[in-house]
């Protein structure tokens, strides 16, 4: 019997080249009740970018009202641009049962602990070993030799963070993982406080003995 249910917060994260983007793929591209968090951001706009759809776009001022408003459950600023979760988007989603896959670094997820923690599962990815993360950044062929070597100083960082998160798997083998990660969702979604109807359920099992 399935129940109403309220949606759940799905973060993942992991250094980079660890396979975090690869699995949140995936996962949205395969699941119809997986929604991707749009954040706010006070950057411009590329060209190939859609409001609404990519980011939410705004001036530094909208941004300022709705940090100080608590409109907003993480923020940070990247390379002088501020970006951010908008609280209400989220809230709505959840309400209507479905789940909202955040890719974010530690920074963002803690941030979100604070604010919402009763609604998250989170997963840290880690890679095989330090040799197969080097050989994964360099067949992306997207970044020179001292950028790939400024990601491999900054995973040390965000390795030291792998036990503030509910889960963490070893990426050897992508399917594997994506099938790990959709098992932990599926057991987030069943969990008792979840099931919004439930207790109603309950209550009414409870008169047919009565009635008896």
Do not use: C, W
């Not at 399935?2 to 799905?10: A, H, I, N, P, S």
């Not at 530094?60 to 209400?88: I, K, Q």
């Amino acid at each position: 019997m399935e129940f109403q249910r309220r949606g759940v917060m799905l973060v993942i994260a992991s250094p980079s080249g660890a396979g975090k983007s690869s699995i949140s793929r995936s996962l949205f591209g395969a699941d119809p009740n997986i929604r991707l968090s749009v954040s706010v951001t006070t950057r411009a706009r590329r060209t190939d970018e859609v409001d609404g759809k990519h980011y939410h776009f705004i001036d530094v001022p909208t941004f300022e009202r709705m940090r100080r408003d608590g409109e907003l459950l993480e923020s940070a600023e990247v390379h002088g641009n501020f970006y951010g979760t908008p609280r209400a988007q989220v809230e709505e989603q959840l309400a209507a049962g479905n789940d909202i896959l955040f890719d974010i670094d530690y920074q963002g997820t803690l941030q979100l602990y604070e604010k919402a923690r009763a609604d998250m599962v989170t997963v840290f990815i880690l890679p095989p070993s330090i040799k197969e993360l080097r050989a994964r950044l360099e067949r992306r062929a997207q970044d020179s030799v001292g950028t790939i070597e400024k990601r491999l100083k900054n995973a040390r960082v965000e390795m030291e963070h792998f036990a503030e998160y509910d889960y963490v798997l070893v990426n050897e083998d992508l399917e594997n993982s994506v099938g790990r990660v959709r098992s932990i969702l599926a057991s987030a979604r069943l969990k008792r406080e979840r099931q919004v109807n439930l207790p109603s359920f309950v209550k009414d099992l409870q008169s047919q003995i009565d009635s008896l």
